[in-house]
């Protein structure tokens, strides 16, 4: 098994703030916009986000929500072990409301697929956006791109793209993993 | 990531605490489901469940009903007094002229104990035990835990005593195995003649006075008088027993602390438990009520992730 460093912690902090600035000009003060981070991975980067446009660009009173896809998922009964849940916490409505999925790498497509149908079980937005650090294009089995996107990244079907977080495994830094 | 260790749900004397656990976890995430707007989702579509009932329950049936629509499944319904069940079949041809239809999953209830262990040495279908006879509920002690747990925070070191007719309830041998393996104090307290022998074998002490009872536990389990299933008398008069072993609001009030009140339902009210007792903020019947959905819907999702393709 080999890996290789896609992004190193410092292109992740500028990629982030990028993404923070566009979500800006989109949005602007987010009163109608909330913020939804993917379990289980994409709540880092969502509460990463949030952080930043808190503290450095002074945008207050963000709603932020994590939700969880398992019980959505199409393959569940496909693999050897059972699907296991993360929590889901929306504590408020998310109808008419501008939703901004965030998730940390977009590969099928079908996690974000899952996702469509479960946030309808909150109500019926008024839009729905994509927001994923990673886009491993060539891989999709869905026609499903992101509206934001912090780097794209060609890699193969049997490579991995690792995610790691500075407050979950110690710091930020990507991998191309390949066996 | 986990999994349960059995592939059917056939009594709580198969499980081990882990399963427990996972049950239990994943029920959590299951009652934030329950509690959202749309309440359902997509996870069984695939998946047909049976609901075999040769004997009645209301709610039971439907909780497990709910339970499987909840989870998208297709569920078919069976009751014996409208069946062929009359007409001399046996279980297995009923059972397995059911299976024909392509049925993944069998929840059953049964008079006879031991019925789904039967079923399951014979069919493929994944079984879960609905109640077989005075054996074991399992869904049932499951979900009183589970409350327990919820409202105390903790089952382990917890003392709970079940307090009614131990002799004819599956729940209380259900209920016995569930809060010993999680490690709580169990004593059981009600007339002798509603006593099994050799209960003391379980690991549960035997309490004839309900007072001493009471004031010993955090939890008591009120078991329903199962008037329809005592061939003979076992007690003078309801009156007698209601006098003896039914809690009223006055005696909770004697007691230095607020202990839980529980009961499976249906409700004799006035015998079992004082109807201001089974309103009160004490009484947890409801939410053993709502738990139930969520836990059913726990351990159906789950067998269900272990029958393959």
């Known amino acids: ?179 | 990531m986990s999994q349960l260790s059995v592939n059917h749900l056939l009594g709580i004397k198969y499980l081990n605490e882990a399963d427990i656990q996972l049950i239990f976890e994943t029920a959590d995430h299951f009652k934030e489901v329950i509690n959202r707007p749309i309440k359902k989702v997509p996870s069984l579509r695939d998946i047909t469940i049976a609901n075999l009932f040769f004997e009645n329950s209301t709610r039971t049936k439907l909780s497990f009903e709910l339970a499987e629509k909840r989870l998208s499944a297709d569920v078919i319904n069976f009751s014996a007094a409208q069946s062929s069940v009359k007409k001399g079949e046996t279980l297995i041809d009923t059972v397995n002229n059911i299976l024909s239809m392509k049925v993944d999953m069998v929840v059953m209830r049964h008079p006879n104990p031991g019925a789904g262990i039967f079923l399951s040495r014979h069919i493929d279908a994944s079984i879960v035990n609905a109640g077989d006879g005075a054996h074991e509920h399992p869904t049932q002690a499951l979900l009183d835990t589970y409350s327990i747990r919820e409202k105390l925070g903790d089952v382990s070191g917890k003392n709970v005593v079940i307090v009614g007719d131990i002799l004819h309830s599956r729940v209380a041998l259900s209920n016995i195995f569930a809060l010993k393996l999680q490690g709580a104090n169990v004593k059981v307290c009600g007339p002798m003649t509603l006593i099994p022998k050799y209960i003391e074998t379980l690991g549960v002490e035997v309490e004839t006075d309900l007072k001493k009872a009471l004031k010993w536990c955090d939890v008591a389990n009120m078991l329903r008088v199962q008037n329809e299933r005592m061939d003979i008398s076992y007690f003078p008069s309801t009156r007698e027993y209601t006098r003896q072993f039914g809690v009223n609001k006055k005696m909770l009030d004697t007691l230095d602390k607020e202990i839980v009140i529980m009961h499976p339902g249906p409700i004799n009210r006035g015998v079992e438990i004082t109807s201001d007792v089974a309103d009160s903020k004490q009484a947890i019947i409801l939410n053993q009520v709502e738990n139930g959905v969520a836990i059913r819907m726990a351990v159906i999702y789950l067998l269900a992730s272990k029958i393959k393709n």
């Open chain 1, 1 to 179: 098994m080999s890996q290789k460093v896609l992004l190193s912690s410092k292109d992740i902090h500028i990629i982030l703030h990028r993404l923070a600035c566009q979500l800006i000009e989109n949005h602007l003060d987010f009163k109608n916009t909330v913020l939804i981070g993917i379990q289980p991975r994409g709540k880092f980067l969502a509460d990463r986000l949030i952080k930043i446009l808190q503290e450095e660009y002074q945008v207050k009173d963000i709603q932020l929500g994590y939700l969880d896809i398992t019980f959505y998922r199409d393959d569940f009964r496909r693999g050897d072990k059972t699907l296991e849940a993360n929590k889901t916490q929306i504590d408020f409505l998310v109808e008419d409301k501008k939703i901004v999925f965030i998730d940390d790498v977009l590969y099928t497509g079908r996690s974000i697929r899952a996702a469509l149908t479960a946030i309808q079980s909150f109500g019926r937005p008024a839009e729905i956006e994509l927001l994923t650090l990673i886009d491993r294009r060539f891989s999709r089995h869905l026609p499903i791109q992101p509206d934001y996107r912090g780097r794209q990244v060609d890699a193969i079907n049997e490579e991995k793209v690792k995610v790691m977080w500075k407050e979950n495994e110690g710091e930020d830094v990507i991998y191309l993993v390949s066996n």
